[in-house]
């Protein structure tokens, strides 16, 4: 009987002992109390709490976490209400201090977050908060890591989301970048129409002075075409007056060959003079040498006739 109480007695201190033994995931943090008081905080690895003495109070994660608020009315500094809503990138650094710093720490971040965004954005004027983001990002980081910096707490990053104006400022707005838009297009459509202009006024005097470079080409061309045609016309009137004067040339060498003597001569100048006194001209003026040789003629034909009288009779 004393033994199965020894045994059973061993059975339970073992798995007493077993429970005790705790393994801390990576990126985690225990907090363990001992006798309801904090004792410490355990890191990843293997740990051994006393049995009956020791609780894990918390269990943290040291991971960088996400929270979406919602949508919280502000009022900017011309009086205009808006919606906007946050996102807070947190880290927890110290586990003992996010476990009894403050109570509910994602609640008091998510006020502290709408208190400090109300403060910012009353200090701007609408068109400020619109076109301020990375501003309002800022001094919200520096302002809820500050704040969070007791309670164990590290805020990474704090970025507004959606920021939401009343209806009719919405179609203000609307109209007002419908008529910028107008504006800028119409900006554009003078630019193309002056740019299209300038194209085409480039386009003509190139025009011009291709056409008037090839007009003095074509002019050029066209001197050089009557420059040759007179030179050919000359090389042609020389050619010609060249070959008469070969053809005279010639003429007079067989007449010289053919030992023509100067009666022949002479009446074949009278012949000549006689086809020029065949036109309409009313007076002639006959050489003294042809006259001399015309009354030559003249006795060779009456001589001539005479001694064809002789034979006859």
Known sequence: MGGIIFLILVVFA???TVSSIKIVPQSNGYVIERLGAYHQTWDTGLHFKMPMLDRISKRVSLKEQVVDFPPQPVITKDNVTMKIDTVVYYQITDPKLFTYGVAQPIMAIENLTATTLRNIIGQLELDETLTSRDLINTQ???ILDEATDPWGIKVNRVEVKN???PKHIQDAMEKQMRAERERRESILRAEGEKRSAVLVAEGKKEAAILDAEAEKRAAILRAEARKEAQVREAEGQAEAILKVQQATAQGLEMIKSAQVDKAVLALKSYEAL??????KATKL???TEMTNMAHLVASIGEVAGFSKENAES
């Open 285 to 287: 003026i006959i050489p």
């Open 14 to 16: 073992l798995i007493i």
């Open 274 to 279: 006689m086809k020029v006194s065949d036109g």
């Open 163 to 165: 920021i939401l104006p």
């Open 140 to 142: 919200m980081r520096s």
